[in-house]
């Protein structure tokens, strides 16, 4: 595995937890307001970024 792999794979978790902090936040009904939906957003363009890099490096 790729050096540039296993940071994608160490980023996506951080942004996982961020995911998951902003949930904990958010119990129990997880309701985001507009800034928090924008947040959300924003981590969830990250985490994709990171698959991506994901299947370029090891389905190469």
Same mark, same amino acid.
């Given at each position: 595995?790729?050096?540039?792999? =296993? *940071?994608? =794979?160490?980023?996506?978790?951080?942004?996982?937890? *961020?995911?998951? =902090?902003?949930? +904990?936040?958010?119990?129990?009904?997880?309701? $985001? *307001?507009?800034?928090? +939906?924008?947040?959300?957003?924003? @981590?969830?363009?990250? @985490?994709?970024?990171? =698959? +991506? @890099? #994901?299947?370029?490096? #090891? $389905?190469?």
């Amino acid at each position: 595995m790729s050096k540039r792999a =296993v *940071d994608a =794979v160490f980023q996506g978790m951080f942004l996982f937890t *961020d995911l998951r =902090v902003m949930l +904990r936040e958010t119990a129990p009904a997880h309701t $985001l *307001d507009p800034s928090g +939906r924008e947040n959300a957003e924003k @981590i969830l363009a990250k @985490i994709e970024t990171q =698959v +991506r @890099i #994901l299947r370029e490096e #090891l $389905l190469k």
